[in-house]
Structure formats: structure tokens, C-alpha cells
């Protein structure tokens, strides 16, 4: 196979995934072209959690100090119980330990950033391009086609087109998402109509009770706006009923203020006073553990949510997809007659699966802890309870810093003096 670097890469999906790799892979001066199926004015909705892996990734790629100011910096998730009681304390960043603190932002900020410094740097993004299918691949590149019926050559294709990929159709043609029987509700206050317990309260918390969890995290700079929202269990649906779904105002206004009551007066205030226009929900999806990521001739490759779909307990969806494409990027760059593709992306899956899946271990713990209360019996598994971990937030140092580019050179290195 062809082991030299790669001149011309396809990008199926402009979204976070897509672009930090296209920004990526020009660090190494590896040309890409994106194509999205969406228009570029086509909104956003909603704000993500950073947290230091990812963000040091975007520091790299000079996108940090264009983000920064731009969103809600903290450090911690603090547990409450209805009382008001503290339970524990789950460290999402801390500047002094990993070297950022946890960025909440919204995503549409995010996206205009990284949409802007691509433009910058003068890398092709062509919208309104709806990927249909992978026509021919051989170890000269791959033939793709859109659903206009034009095709395109590349030497090779990633998806980065979420987690119902068409790119994943061609590499796994069996593998479907998988509901988790879980979807969040979620809608924003201004925190000015919060009735706090105390005149400190901590802006990125969880409150506790018999009917499981609800968050509150602020999302912009100034706090002055909030997330707000809780999960529930909720029948599977097809495409046409998950939209029926989010145009029902009144269901969501239900679902969200469901046993109002047996809530504390905090969480009463948010259902009273959240914005009933920012009302949706999020039906958790996962994708089937994957062994590879990539076509049996390795020019087709999956990323993101394409190859993993993560839930948001951990905050790690966008980080993870980060650190795939990042350290992708940076094995793609170091390819030449010592450094072959097969051994490249074979190392390349292995050690991001292996990461993947401790990382979901890390969200299950963490989805355990938002269940009502006789959900987390049933399960038998003690609940974790991060406060009582040896080591504090330092326990969480293998996630935030995760030494990519470390244990990529390493295995170049390795590579290289076993030539």
C-alpha cells in the first residue's frame, strides 16, 4: 500500500469533528476539502461542555484564545441532594491541575470560529454537497458520489458526519445507532429568575431526588443564562415521531415540568421560568462497540460520532471526537517508507477504542448517578462517589491529559528503528 502522505483528503461533514481535523491536517500541510450538507447559515442550537483534552487540541490549532472569552469557564460539577445537602464533586477541568478550566459555549460560536479560521487558512469548504455513496476505493484513492449524481476523487475519504453516518453505511453496512431508551429535556432560564438556595450557589450543579436528576450549567460569559434540564426514560421512536416530538410545545412543557411538586423551590423556579421557545430534547443514542474504523482497504475512515457516539454525562462527546481527529491528523503527517498506512491506522484504532472505552465506563458511572432513585437500586453496582476517590481531581488526570502526540511519536519512533 502506498505509505507516503496523504495529498488530497476528503472530509464527509463541516461540524466541530470536520473541521478541527481539516485545521489538523493543514498544521502539516495535508490539503483537505470539506463538504457539508447543510448551508453555513443553517443555525445551531444549543452550548457543549470543553473539557481540557479538548481544549488543548484547540489551543493547538490557535482556536482557544478565539473561544475563550466567548463562554462559561468553572472548574467543577457539585451533587446536591433535594435538601440542598452537598453529595459530591466531579472535576470537569481546573487550570491549576491541567492547565484549562471546562468551557461551556455555545455551539454556534464554536462552529463560527472554526469556520472562520479554516476560510483563513484558505481550506476549501463546499456546502449544500449531500454525500450519497462511496463508488470505488483502491489503493490510489476513493471515488464518492453525492445525491445530485456528480462524484468526486480523493485519496482518501473520513466521515465526520455524526452519529447516523452515510459514510459508516460503506465501512459497516450493518452497524446501526442503538436508542439507549434515555432522552434529555432540556430548555434555558435567565438566572436572574432562579430562586437560589444560597447567595454562592454553584452555576454548573445537579440536584438529586426521587425522580433522579436535574442540571443547571451556566452558558455564557457573564452567567446571565442557564441550561436547564433533566433525563427520562421514553419510548423509542422513528424519524417522523422524534420530529413530531420537538414541534410539540405543550409535550415538552410536560415533560420538562413533570412532578414539579416534588422538586425543590430551584428546580421549581427553572420549570416556571424557562423559555418555552429553547425547549428540545435529546434522545441518547449510541453506536455498537467497532473494532476498526476504517474500510478493509483503508482509504474510507470514520471518526466522531461516526465511529463512537458518546452521551453527554461526561462532557466528552466533542472532546473525544478532538482527540480522534488530532491525533489522526498527526500519523497521517508522519506516513513515508518506515511509517506504512496499514500499521498507521491499525495503531491509530486500537489505541483511540481502547480510550473510547474507558471513557464510556467513565459516563456510565456518571449516568448512574442521575437516576431516580429506584432506578440506581435496581442496578446493584455502588454508586461512585468522586469525593471519596484517592487523589481528588488528580484521579482524573489519564482524561485530561491524554499525551497524544507522546504516545503517537513514540510509535513512530518504534516504527522507524524497527525498519
Do not use: C
Amino acid at each position: 500500500m502506498n505509505s507516503s502522505k496523504p495529498q488530497n483528503i476528503a472530509i464527509i461533514g463541516a461540524g466541530l469533528a470536520g473541521l478541527t481535523l481539516s485545521l489538523a491536517l493543514h498544521t502539516h500541510s495535508i490539503p483537505s476539502t470539506l463538504y457539508e450538507l447543510r448551508d453555513p447559515e443553517a443555525r445551531t442550537d444549543g452550548a457543549l461542555m470543553l473539557g481540557p483534552n479538548a481544549l488543548s487540541v484547540l489551543y493547538s490549532l490557535g482556536i482557544y484564545e478565539r473561544i475563550k472569552d466567548h463562554g462559561y469557564l468553572f472548574s467543577k460539577l457539585v451533587y446536591k441532594d433535594d435538601q440542598n445537602n452537598f453529595l459530591d464533586e466531579y472535576y470537569l477541568g481546573e487550570e491549576k491541575l491541567f492547565g484549562f478550566n471546562a468551557l461551556r459555549i455555545y455551539r454556534e460560536i464554536l462552529l463560527r470560529e472554526l469556520r472562520s479560521a479554516a476560510k483563513e487558512r484558505g481550506i476549501n469548504v463546499q456546502y449544500n454537497r449531500k454525500f450519497a455513496k462511496v463508488v470505488s476505493e483502491d489503493e490510489n484513492g476513493v471515488v464518492f458520489e453525492f445525491a445530485d449524481g456528480t462524484t468526486e476523487k480523493a485519496s482518501m475519504l473520513i466521515g465526520a458526519d455524526g452519529i447516523h453516518s452515510k459514510v459508516r453505511q460503506y465501512t459497516h453496512p450493518s452497524v446501526k445507532p442503538m436508542y439507549s431508551g434515555l432522552l434529555a429535556v432540556t430548555s434555558a432560564v435567565e438566572t436572574s429568575k432562579l430562586r437560589f438556595p444560597e447567595p454562592e450557589y454553584p452555576l454548573v450543579s445537579s440536584i438529586h431526588g426521587k425522580h433522579g436528576a436535574f442540571v443547571f450549567a451556566a452558558q455564557n460569559p457573564q452567567a446571565t443564562e442557564m441550561l436547564v434540564g433533566t433525563q427520562k426514560k421514553f419510548p423509542e421512536q422513528d424519524r417522523a415521531g422524534w420530529d413530531r416530538l420537538r414541534s410539540d410545545q405543550e409535550e415538552l412543557k410536560s415533560m420538562f415540568q413533570a412532578n414539579k411538586s416534588n422538586w425543590p423551590d430551584l428546580v421549581q423556579s427553572a420549570m416556571e421560568n424557562m423559555i418555552e421557545n429553547r425547549l428540545s430534547i435529546w434522545p441518547y443514542f449510541v453506536v455498537p462497540h467497532l473494532d476498526t474504523w476504517s474500510s478493509p482497504q483503508q482509504r474510507v475512515v470514520i471518526v466522531g460520532d461516526a465511529a463512537h457516539a458518546i452521551p453527554p454525562n461526561a462532557g466528552q462527546g466533542a472532546s473525544q471526537a478532538f482527540e480522534d481527529v488530532f491525533s489522526l491528523a498527526l500519523l497521517l503527517s508522519k506516513l513515508d517508507g518506515a511509517v506504512k498506512m496499514d500499521a498507521a491506522l491499525e495503531f491509530w484504532q486500537k489505541y483511540r477504542v481502547e480510550r473510547v472505552q474507558k471513557v464510556l465506563a467513565l459516563t456510565m458511572k456518571l449516568n448512574q448517578k442521575s437516576l431516580p432513585a429506584a432506578e440506581r437500586a435496581k442496578i446493584g453496582d455502588a454508586e461512585v462517589v468522586f469525593k471519596h476517590i484517592a487523589g481528588g481531581p488528580e484521579q482524573q488526570r489519564w482524561l485530561y491529559e491524554p499525551r497524544i502526540e507522546e504516545h503517537v511519536m513514540e510509535w513512530v519512533r518504534q516504527q522507524r528503528e524497527n525498519k
